[in-house]
């Protein structure tokens, strides 16, 4: 069986396209979302440019500017999930 090799990797860049989904999907979307502001400060400066840029490009509800999107982004707080109870 003949495997094709897996495609060079690219520069990220924003791109004018955005997301069409249903929307029994948006909480997934939320969820992603949240995973990758709480996982910012790991992400290479570079990358949180092309996400902030990728942010101001999708096509939503609302408008956002690129200064928005970076203040919420950089002045949000996390907060600890309660622990489950150990399971018996």
Known sequence: ??????PEPREPRALAVTLRLKDKHEHLL??????MVLH?????PQLQDV???????VDDREAATQSEVET???SVKSMAL????ASV
């Not at 910012?40 to 290479?44: A, C, N, P, R, V």
Request: net charge positive.
């Open 40 to 44: 910012w400060d790991e992400l290479s």
């Open 1 to 6: 069986m003949n495997r094709a090799p897996p």
């Open 51 to 57: 996400l902030i840029d990728q942010a101001v490009l």
């Open 30 to 35: 939320r969820r992603l979302g949240q995973a």
């Open 82 to 85: 309660p622990q489950a109870p």
């Open 72 to 74: 919420f982004v950089r």
